[in-house]
């Protein structure tokens, strides 16, 4: 799991933070608080913050040597 900022400014995309910056929503509630402070609406900017999360699924190899799709 991660969370990302994205920031767009008048409608397109600015920047956004990379996967392995932000784990914690703690933590991605501070940078997003801080990120605010730098790019204001009253210039253009808007940002979002989107949790992402993943996930695995246990593949069964069963001593043959094709794998299952």
Known sequence: MSYEINISKNGKHY???AE???TT????TKLY???KE????SQG???SLTKWETKG???KID???ELPN
Request: proline share 4%; hydrophobic share 40%.
């Open 57 to 59: 699924k246990e593949i």
């Open 15 to 17: 920047f956004a933070t």
């Open 45 to 47: 900017f808007k940002l």
């Open 25 to 28: 929503l703690s933590e991605s």
């Open 20 to 22: 392995r910056s932000l």
């Open 33 to 35: 608080n801080e990120l």
């Open 38 to 41: 730098f790019y204001p609406e």
């Open 63 to 65: 001593g043959t040597a």
